[in-house]
Nanobody, 126 residues
């Protein structure tokens, strides 16, 4: 499975961006998907995750109420709608996919994800 992110850029605080992550591979629609981010000098951290069907989602506390993850399995694409952006949201955002068929809450643990994209830069100016 190959993952390709797009949609990053420079935005002012309070603005919005929508990230996309397109997946290749016949079985990619059967994988749970997630977004992580990594700011300069910091560890990569969990942002949001979504189950294979899209029925279950999970968010980091720092983005709840501002970010929304959703997917279009017909397009093998997962999205991250980011609203009310803050300077502390500045980071490289990575898309990930997991082969494990999680039940219930989709986890935000890096080690559980098998495939990663190259990342897209999001910069929020104050």
């Amino acid at each position: 499975v190959q993952l390709v992110e797009s949609g990053g850029g420079l935005v002012q605080a309070g603005g919005s961006l929508r990230l996309s992550c397109a997946a290749s591979g016949r079985t990619s629609s059967s994988y749970a998907r997630a977004w992580f981010r990594q700011a300069p000098g910091k560890e990569r951290e969990f942002v949001a995750a979504i189950s294979r069907s899209g029925g279950n989602t999970n968010y980091a506390d720092s983005v709840k109420g501002r970010f929304t993850i959703f997917r279009d399995n017909a397009k093998n694409t997962v999205y991250l709608q980011m609203n009310s952006l803050k300077p502390e949201d500045t980071a490289v955002y990575y898309c990930a996919a997991a082969k494990t068929p999680f039940s219930g809450i989709v986890p935000g643990t890096r080690g559980l994800y098998d495939y990663w994209g190259q990342g897209t830069q999001v910069t929020v100016s104050s």
